[in-house]
């Protein structure tokens, strides 16, 4: 008997709209989290046209005011709206964790990719650097970075994109020792087709899902470093607002006005937990061996 | 072992004097004149050349760097500018709050991340499960300093059960546990959520080995089995990962420090970054990554302890 199944014609192959439709839809957290991280990111590239107060309009006798309809969040202690301050805050915050991110993992997989594939000398100088970068604490290595080169966006871009590095590196250098010995690669190479070319079209593309999967979970880790770092004083400087020291100006007041501090710091937990739902299902879709790399830069 | 402690500290040497000389490098680099930094905008020229000379900023980099080199194999990073002590003396002060809150967090972390982790892995696919790691994530998603502000408001603020700020009194023991509760609560919660994770994850994968079956099959009681055959050998990795969240954790103390205002190494580091006090910012991150770098070490030897599979 012929298994009629077989002979209808193959189903066109789908679009990346729908696999990530159909993948969403089979992880209601990821989709929470999709949900929660596409606000936020709407919210941050849209708040200068939205109606929200100046975050920097001081209002001295509205200090310390509740939460009330007209600040929904309160006020802090210049009178300023301090929900209109996270927003304006989570366009710093996610900007430095996505950049820093891009960054990190464009030079780690660079880093990477060069060390596995020709190995030898490369591969020991490149891996010794990277293992001296991974022997830092990650928060620690940002702080002194940023302590050494002063406080502003682009160092504290740059300080967590070198906390990002050697994560990358190390993993992409796994993946294309193994990549490298395949069948399919001997053959690039026995057509004599020259070395960049087997890393852009054989080698990168198929290392590609774990370096996607670091990524989404590394987001949410550089989103929590840069917060920490503000929240310390080292990061961007108030009175330009970020998540980290919204939460750390609030702390003074943490007595006779909380919300200033429990409010941002609620909104950091969820955007967070929005790209690590995200990651998590990222992962077990991708690569469940990766189950280790939860060990992010929590501070 | 000995030729095992051995390699172990060859390999150890270039690692630790690779990060020797970034932090030296990264601070020695920094734009702007750490004398003119020091003494503020309206120093005189001849004061700032004097002090210059005092640091040894008036040499080239690479004679400096030695210097620095030769100093520190005779176990001297200097003087602190601030207190005009020895760095390592300054360092080590408050290292015994520090290292206390890190081993209360451990403490912690792991009589509440392993029973529920064994829980979670038990139960698999209930509720109580689902529950687990819902938290868990949600958990992993709450920056060390907020949650230590949540716990300061909630049991500080609100309810007054524990003290705000410091250390407590040095003389009296029951002092020191009392100021140590929030800090450590705050820090091993952030590590339990991790440490449950891979206590279920592990537990899982031994609970589908044969000899768990076999255990099983010879009648021995099920908390027997789970306590003795499969606990103990999901144990090995989750000592490894303690020892890998050592650096998160050392973060996550300097964070804690901050919000309680313990005088602990993480407070001593932010107090020298801000007084631009460089020999002892130096001294305490060298100190901090070694720290870490021994850490490490010594994990790695209780690990090939633990498992008699691997000789050393």
Redesign the interface.
């Known amino acids: 008997m012929i298994n009629k199944e077989i002979l209808k014609p193959k189903k066109k192959k789908k679009g990346m709209g729908k696999v990530i439709f159909r993948f969403l839809k089979q992880n209601p957290l990821a989709l929470f989290g999709a949900v929660v991280i596409l606000i936020s990111i709407l919210a941050s590239l849209l708040v200068p046209i939205l109606p929200f107060q100046d975050p920097l309009h001081q209002n001295l006798p509205n200090r310390l005011k509740p939460p009330s309809a007209e600040h929904l969040f309160g006020t802090d202690n210049y009178g300023r709206d301090v929900l209109s301050r996270v927003i304006w805050g989570g366009r710093i915050s996610l900007l430095v964790g996505i950049f820093s991110v891009a960054i990190g993992s464009l030079i780690g997989v660079t880093m990477g990719v060069i060390s596995g594939y020709f190995g030898r000398v490369v591969d020991t100088v490149i891996m010794r650097f990277t293992d001296i970068l991974l022997s830092f604490p990650a928060l620690l290595l940002a702080m002194a970075i940023c302590a050494a080169m002063g406080s502003s966006l682009w160092n504290v871009i740059i300080a967590i994109s070198i906390v990002t590095v050697p994560r990358f590196s190390r993993l992409v250098r796994g993946s294309t020792l193994s990549v490298k010995e395949a069948d399919f690669v001997e053959a690039a190479r026995a057509l004599g087709q020259n070395k960049a070319k087997i890393i852009f079209f054989h080698i990168l593309p198929n290392v590609f899902s774990p370096i996607l999967v670091l990524a989404t979970l590394w987001i949410p880790a550089a989103i929590i470093t840069e917060a920490s770092l503000s929240f310390l004083g080292l990061g961007i400087m108030p009175p330009t607002p970020t998540w980290g020291n919204i939460i750390n100006e609030g702390k003074s007041y943490l007595q006779n006005a909380p919300w200033i501090s429990i409010f941002s710091g609620t909104i950091i937990v969820l955007v967070v937990m929005g790209f690590n739902f995200v990651g998590d299902a990222v992962r077990d879709a991708f690569d469940p061996r990766l189950k280790g790399e939860r060990e992010v830069g929590r501070g | 072992m000995g030729r095992y402690l051995l390699k172990t500290i060859i390999t150890i040497i ?2 630790l004097f ?2 020797v000389t ?2 030296f490098f ?2 020695h ?4 004149d750490p004398a003119l930094a020091i003494l503020g905008p309206h120093a005189t020229a001849d004061s700032i050349l004097e002090l210059r000379k005092n640091l040894g900023l008036d040499q080239p980099l690479h004679l400096q760097y030695l210097k620095f080199l030769g100093n520190l194999l005779k176990g001297d990073l200097g003087r602190s500018l601030v207190t005009e002590q020895p760095v390592l003396l300054e360092t080590l002060r408050p290292f015994p709050y520090t290292i206390q809150l890190a081993l209360a967090g451990v403490l912690i972390s792991l009589l509440v991340g392993i029973p529920i982790g064994v829980i979670s892995a038990i139960r698999r696919n209930t509720f109580l499960d689902y529950f687990m790691r ?1 938290a868990s ?2 958990g ?7 949650l230590a ?2 716990l ?2 909630i049991f500080s ?1 609100h309810l007054g059960w524990f003290p705000i700020i410091g250390v407590g009194d040095t003389s009296s023991w029951r002092s020191l546990l009392y100021h140590l509760v929030l800090p450590a609560f705050t820090i091993g919660i ?1 590590m339990a959520v ?1 440490i449950m ?1 891979l206590t279920r ?1 592990c537990m899982l994968e031994v609970l589908g080995q044969d000899y768990v079956r076999t255990a099983r099959a010879k009648g021995l009681a099920e908390n027997t089995v789970i306590l003795v055959h499969a606990l103990k050998n999901a144990l090995l990795p989750i000592v490894t ?1 303690v020892g ?5 954790l ?3 103390a ?2 804690t420090e ?2 309680f205002a313990r005088q602990g190494v993480g407070k001593l ?2 107090d020298a ?2 007084s631009r006090d460089y020999p002892q ?1 130096q001294g305490t ?1 060298l100190i ?2 070694s720290a ?2 021994l850490v ?1 070490v010594i994990v790695d030897l209780i690990y090939r302890f633990l498992d008699p599979r691997i000789k050393l």
Do not use: C, E, K
């Open positions: 270039p690692t690779g990060v970034i932090v990264l601070i680099l920094t734009p702007g819902a994530i949600s992993i998603s709450i920056p060390v300093f907020f502000i949540i300061l408001w603020y952030s991790l994770r994850s990962v890998l969240y050592m650096g998160q050392l973060g996550g300097i964070l901050t919000v580091l932010m970054i801000f910012v991150v901090f990554a870490v770098i490490n």
